[in-house]
């Protein structure tokens, strides 16, 4: 993410374990089923080949809270995705896009979720 009045980018990252088998863990970040569970009702909407639309639509009501595109996707490894809430205040440029990467380490039964 840019920082507009400073032109730099911002990162954030993060490293989590979970207890769970990789094929688990994958299942949670790409089946609409399983992200409604925990990303505030909403379902991934794309045909996850790179390059094409990500919308993340309410289950419900079918409003698409957050579009993006997807960078990477390499099957219980990484995914990497832009996103932008098209409801913000934010004008829909690239700028104001945010990068979303995650990498999966496998750990036996637990997995590294950067």
Same mark, same amino acid.
């Not at 289950?59 to 996103?83: N, Q």
């Given at each position: 993410?840019? @920082?507009?009045?400073?032109?730099? !980018?911002?990162?954030?990252?993060? &490293?989590?374990?979970? @207890?769970? $088998?990789?094929? *688990?863990?994958?299942? #949670?970040?790409?089946? $609409? ?10 379902? $991934? %909407?794309?045909?996850?080949? !790179?390059?094409?639309? !990500? ?11 957050? *579009?993006?595109?997807?960078? *990477?996707?390499? $099957?219980? &490894? #990484?995914?990497?995705?832009t996103t932008?809430a098209p409801?913000?205040?934010? *004008?829909?440029?690239? %700028? @104001? ?7 999966? &380490? ?5 997995? @590294?979720?950067?």
């Amino acid at each position: 993410m840019h @920082n507009q009045d400073q032109g730099e !980018v911002l990162n954030y990252q993060q &490293s989590i374990i979970i @207890n769970a $088998p990789l094929s *688990k863990v994958w299942d #949670a970040l790409t089946n $609409p089923d399983m992200t409604r569970q925990y990303m505030f009702g909403c379902i $991934p %909407e794309t045909d996850w080949i !790179v390059g094409s639309e !990500v919308l993340w639509k309410g289950a419900a009501d079918g409003v698409t809270y957050v *579009k993006g595109t997807l960078l *990477k996707f390499e $099957p219980m &490894s #990484a995914l990497t995705y832009t996103t932008f809430a098209p409801h913000s205040e934010l *004008k829909d440029l690239p %700028e @104001n896009y945010l990068t979303g990467e995650i990498k999966l &380490s496998e750990k036996t039964e637990r997995q @590294n979720l950067n």
